[in-house]
């Protein structure tokens, strides 16, 4: 079975500040896919990334960067100097290679104070 | 940009009624998934649909249906609507093989009254 697990239910940090959103997960597959989504409050999920077992590169995108460690089972979210427009809910999901479903973390409420 | 567009923001509806949630993506994706999110649960799959007129049980199917008649459209049918069905309901659309990203509609509040 499959757990993405976020313990974080809620942060809350100054503008400016930076702040990191952690997820663990369990799998018995060694090929998988992490993900990261994003809801604002209008309510949609975005896709910001897709991280596949087998690269464990950071990978940093503007303001936004991801640390994938195979070694501890995590896929943490870093902002850097957030910015009130990241309040938002965060969401890791994980899926294995020819699995159509995803399986989600129970997200992480970002407030961003200004 | 691929659109999934949900047929309703919100809607409100009495025990007991049969429920209709709608969703039509533009992109001619393959896989057609539909969610519930409930504080501190997450969002968990009720069904998905991986072809036209195929569909899979999720983690919550009890209490709902789904129909698939074309690839763009996937309903969400809630036989006998009861108040713990209040929810957040999201329909998404994925291409091909489970390492694609699914992409999301804004969603539809639902209210059992």
């Known amino acids: 079975a499959q757990k993405v697990t976020q313990a974080q239910t809620e942060i809350s940090v100054v503008e400016k500040e930076d702040v990191t959103l952690d997820c663990v997960y369990e799998t018995r597959d060694t090929t998988y896919y992490l993900f990261w989504y994003k809801q604002p409050p209008s309510g949609e999920l975005v896709f910001l990334i897709r991280?596949?077992?087998?690269?464990?590169q950071n990978e940093i995108s503007g303001r936004y960067s991801w640390n994938f460690q195979k070694s501890t089972s995590s896929f943490n979210f870093t902002i850097t100097a957030s910015q009130v427009v990241d309040s938002a809910v965060y969401f890791c999901?994980?899926?294995?290679?020819?699995?159509?479903?995803?399986?989600f973390g129970t997200g992480t409420r970002l407030t961003i104070i200004p | 940009d691929v659109k999934v567009t949900q047929s309703s923001r919100y809607l409100v509806k009495r025990t007991g009624e049969k429920v209709f949630l709608e969703c039509v993506q533009d992109?001619?994706?393959?896989?057609m998934f539909w969610y519930r999110q409930d504080p501190g649960l997450g969002l968990r799959l009720i069904y998905f649909?991986?072809?036209?007129?195929?569909?899979e049980k999720g983690d919550i199917p009890e209490g709902y249906s789904v129909s698939r008649e074309k690839k763009e459209r996937f309903s969400l049918i809630l036989e006998s609507a009861s108040t713990n069905q209040t929810s957040m309901y999201l329909c998404?659309?994925?291409f091909g093989r489970g390492y694609q990203p699914q992409h999301f509609g804004d969603g539809t509040r639902l209210s059992i009254l």
């Open positions: 998404a659309s994925s």
């Open positions: 999901a994980l899926t294995n290679f020819g699995n159509e479903k995803l399986t």
């Open positions: 991280r596949n077992s087998f690269d464990e």
């Open positions: 649909s991986y072809d036209v007129k195929m569909k």
């Open positions: 992109m001619d994706h393959e896989n």
